[in-house]
């Protein structure tokens, strides 16, 4: 079993910054990708943004594209997505998934594509 756990999240004014991040921890397991999606109230979850561990490849949805940035550090098994200029609408929990280096096709924004999910950061932004 893998176990993500996210943090950083909070209530910041609009404009504002936060820095998320998730740590995974358990069985050994050899990671393909990472992954951030979002569920605002009485929505859908939503892609957010990905990396891939090997290459660092990123993939992000068009509404967070020039204020979020996505990193990984390898050696923590540590994803981080950097918020800025946040606005109300992405208001949210927000949520990390891992993908195992099983083969296999993988797309980013597909959310039965990973393998294991964290419980949740909430993250409110004020107007």
């Known amino acids: 079993q893998v176990q993500l756990v996210e943090s950083g999240g909070g209530l910041v004014q609009t404009g504002g910054s936060l820095r998320l991040s998730c740590a995974a921890s358990?069985?050994?397991?050899?990671?393909?990708?990472m992954g951030w999606f979002r569920q605002a109230p009485g929505k859908e979850r939503e892609f957010v943004a990905a990396?891939?561990?090997?290459?660092?490849?990123?993939y992000y949805a068009d509404s967070v594209k020039g204020r979020f940035a996505i990193s990984r550090d390898n050696a923590k098994n540590t994803v981080y997505l950097q918020m800025n200029s946040l606005k109300p609408e992405d208001t949210a929990v927000y949520y990390c998934?891992?993908?195992?280096?099983?083969?296999?096709?993988?797309?980013?924004?597909?959310?039965?594509?990973?393998?294991?999910w964290g419980q949740g950061t909430q993250v409110i932004v004020s107007s």
């Open positions: 998934a891992i993908r195992g280096a099983r083969g296999g096709t993988w797309h980013a924004m597909e959310e039965t594509k990973y393998d294991y």
């Open positions: 358990g069985r050994s397991f050899s990671v393909f990708a």
């Open positions: 990396i891939t561990w090997s290459g660092g490849i990123t």
